[in-house]
């Protein structure tokens, strides 16, 4: 090749000074490149600069020998210094051979070009920006470069090209935000940390908006967050709550809609700085933007519910995500529960303050991607952006909450305080929102009846809360429901097979079906509540045994007591598997003659003024009937003395067992509680009480030589003479007799269906009886 022709205007000794391994006569030859395009500059010749600029690139800088490129790369630097102010022209030419050396296999080579790129940015200075992207690009490279001298002189070239950036207003902000969004997922620390740098300087500019752009690059900072570098993780903490502090001032221009999906998978991470981050980003972001955040409750919630049951190992995500769950609670308003499906979609006018220009989700119109309740959201799912708009329409995608919120009943694994704020979600639901939440109702109604048997006796309060809401709620009420009526007692696993007898109820059976006029009316709900209740206790009886009582009771504070006793009473009535019957009946009766609860209803029996009244003892007496001693003491409650005495005489021709003994026993003790205080004081008044007395004295025979008979005498020595007690008023009617006397009670009616019921209890017995011995003869054989 001649030199002299091929490369001129470069003189040959220049060249071969280029090509030379020594520095020191690269760097002559240099000077002499500068010298050379300065004469150039002058004579405006710009064809032979950009034939030196090329000769330089093609001949040197590109060459496959390396001293030539060396050459190159400082002949570069010194036609950017001859040229001065004017470099700014040819910069496309000066940097893309330079940059091509950032990838060079040898270090020296790779320092060298950081060396060039930094003389030519520095001379360019402002003129460098349209060439911004392909310099970020390169020095990104560079920072996770291995040879310690080139990532310092990358460094040097970097805080350079951030000092340019900063003073100028210029910067293409919006051509820079791919690159920004592609290079944020690099895995290589070093390259992380250019990154978080680089995100701190353009959030520090005044003129620059990164706050628009947040949505693009807040996925890839969350993932920066969990680098196993503790100063990357500062950075990236620093950087995010810098961005944070920006929402809060300017809510008005956020985005919230576009980064609620990338919030809610960061709110499920691994990494517990990630989490509380998120967490606190996700309870900013309901509190400023409101209902905008609707839309996507049901991941939320995903995100959230699973949090509040964590230990103190993790109190601080806890207590936000408690805080996140409250807020996103209230955002539910009645107005959600429109039931025209034109007006499902609430067009809400952007607030100046948090919520104008929000975003409006594309997948609102489709359902919400979280209605599945997956157990966790993959990373690597796409997220969608939708665009920005002047008024939000916000829906309230109740069917994807109620999956959710159903999902996290069904796990077993899930925490106490979880299951809880579950309970709570479903009534507060049933509140705002009834008319649409009962349409959900059948496919909650087994899970919610299941969450009884739970340990927690904080979650069966939530859970009774919700049941009593569906069993009470208007918008539950089924137009023309009868409580008799088989169709809505549909059979199935978790419903208690009632048989449709019309005989078995009597005229006055069938009025006790009757919710009492001075009750309210339930939906028709109630009585399914009624039926499927008594069906968990059936087949759980450990249920019954343990928190029939309590769950009862709490009843009947949420309900109507005496609707409750009605329905069951009703329902037992009709229950073929008679001990179950007489179990249960034992159990209502002890809660209505000790539970505080139950005063009102217990001080209606023991008066029976009106038609109601005297109706539900009706009621309960049939059902009663089950167990004979409970029977006695409903007589006892409602001061039906004779009647009591005609029971205990029947006595004579039942089973006498130890069960039945031991009931006796616990009868007495209650005679002498303050339940019965009115009874014992009736004791006194020996010539209008004497069926009292010889019910009592009835119990006394029955009863072996025990505590219980012992108590009993006691209390019936006690009794004083009539004589004594003779007084000018003594022929005068008590107002019990006289009360009893106008009640208007069929009593030999009732004494019928008693011998009915237990002659069928007898005949069970007799069965149950046989197949044990058919059994032990076959064991025997």
Known sequence: MNAERDLAPLAPSVVRALNDKLYEKRKVAALEIEKLVREFVAQNNTSQIKHVIQILSQEFALSQHPHSRKGGLIGLAACSIALGKDSGLYLKE?????????????????????????????????????????????????????????????????????????????????????????????????????IISWILVLESVPDINLLDYLPEILDGLFQ????????????????????????????????????????????????????LTAMCWMREFIQLAGRVMLPYSSGILTAVLPCLSYDDRKKNIKEVANVCNQSLMKLVIPEDDEMDEAKQSTTLPAEPTSEESVSKPEAVSSGDPYGSCPSKFSLNQPLSFPCSSERIQVTLNLD????????????????????????????????????????????????????????????????????????????????????????????????????????????????????????????????????????????????LETRGAFIIRQLCLLLNAENIFHSMADILLREEDLKFASTMVHTLNTILLTSSELFQLRNQLKDLKTPESRNLFCCLYRSWCHNPVTTVSLCFLTQNYKHAYDLIQKFGDLEVTVDFLTEVDKLVQLIECPIFTYLRLQLLDVKNNPYLIK???????????????????????????????????STKPSASFKRTTASNIDYTELLQHFEKVQNKHLEAR?????????????VVL
């Open 400 to 543: 994807g909450i109620v999956q959710v919120l159903d999902c996290h009943l069904h796990d077993t694994s899930i925490g106490m305080m979880t299951r809880i704020a579950v309970l709570k979600w479903l009534y507060h639901l049933y509140i705002k929102t009834p008319r649409k939440m009962f349409r959900h109702t059948d496919s909650l109604f087994p899970i919610l009846l299941r969450t009884l048997s739970d340990e927690s006796d904080e979650v069966i309060l939530k859970d009774l809360e919700v049941l009593a809401e569906i069993a009470s709620s208007p918008a539950g009420q089924t137009e023309g429901y009868s409580p008799s009526d088989s169709s809505d007692v549909r059979p199935g696993p978790v419903e208690l097979h009632v048989p449709a007898r019309a005989g078995q109820l009597s005229s006055s059976g069938t009025k006790s079906l009757e919710c009492s006029p001075s009750t309210p009316t339930m939906n028709s709900y109630f009585y399914k509540f009624m039926i499927n209740l008594l069906k968990r206790f059936s087949s759980e009886r450990k249920l």
């Open 695 to 729: 019910a009592l004295y009835g119990l006394l025979m029955l009863l072996p030589q025990s505590s219980a008979f012992q108590l009993l005498s006691h209390r019936l020595q006690c009794v004083p003479n009539p004589e004594l007690m003779q007084t000018a008023d």
């Open 224 to 275: 920066i967050l969990g680098d196993n570098s503790k100063e990357i993780r500062k950075m990236c903490e620093v950087a995010l709550g810098e961005f944070l502090k920006e929402i809060k001032k300017n809510p008005s221009s956020v985005k919230f809609a576009e980064m609620a999906n990338i919030l809610v998978i960061h709110c499920q991470a691994a990494d517990d700085l990630i989490q």
């Open 766 to 778: 007799h069965q149950r009886a046989g197949r044990a011995e058919q059994l032990d003869r076959r």
């Open 94 to 194: 000066l940097i893309e051979p330079v940059l091509t050396c950032f990838n060079d296999a040898d270090s020296r080579l790779r320092y060298y070009a950081c060396e060039a790129l930094y003389n030519i940015v520095k001379v360019a200075r402002g003129s460098v920006l349209p060439h911004f992207n392909v310099l970020f690009d390169g020095l990104s490279k560079l920072a996770a470069d291995p040879d310690p001298n080139v990532k310092s002189g990358s460094e040097l070239l970097d805080r350079l090209l951030k000092d340019i950036v900063t003073e100028s207003n210029q910067f293409d902000l919006v051509g820079f935000i791919p690159l920004l969004r592609e290079r944020i997922y690099s895995n290589n620390q070093y390259a992380r940390q250019f």
